[in-house]
């Protein structure tokens, strides 16, 4: 079955950095655009950022524009999502997904595959 695990998330101060990995297995990882999403307390889960499956698009919402950076490494069948000057508004549990020869989509419903998610919480 398809399996999507996120793993470096914790717990950093304001201005630090993190990289987020997310390893999938399960399914043809080429084919697939990776997006991360992320969910704070009462908040609705929005993307974060998405790189087409063949790696040449990629979507950042504003606010982590500069700051965040996504890749993808189709020989280790992972996504990346490096995080530099972290704000405690970042804070959220952040999820990786995977959309079949998606194009960097921004939408929850376009993604078919989720990880269960890891933990960023940003203190000031």
């Known amino acids: 079955q398809v399996q999507l695990v996120e793993s470096g998330g914790g717990l950093v101060q304001a201005g630090g950095s993190l990289r987020l990995s997310c390893a999938a297995s399960?399914?043809?990882?080429?084919?697939?655009?990776m997006g991360w999403f992320r969910q704070a307390p009462g908040k609705e889960r929005e993307l974060v950022a998405a790189?087409?499956?063949?790696?040449?698009?990629?979507h950042f919402i504003d606010s982590v524009k500069a700051r965040f950076t996504i890749s993808r490494d189709n020989a280790e069948n992972t996504v990346y999502l490096r995080m530099t000057r972290l704000k405690p508004d970042d804070t959220a549990v952040y999820y990786c997904?995977?959309?079949?020869?998606?194009?960097?989509?921004?939408?929850?419903?376009?993604?078919?595959?989720w990880g269960q998610g890891t933990q960023v919480t940003v203190s000031s």
């Open positions: 997904a995977a959309d079949f020869f998606g194009d960097a989509r921004a939408a929850v419903h376009d993604y078919e595959y």
């Open positions: 399960g399914l043809t990882f080429r084919h697939y655009a």
């Open positions: 790189i087409s499956w063949s790696g040449s698009i990629t």
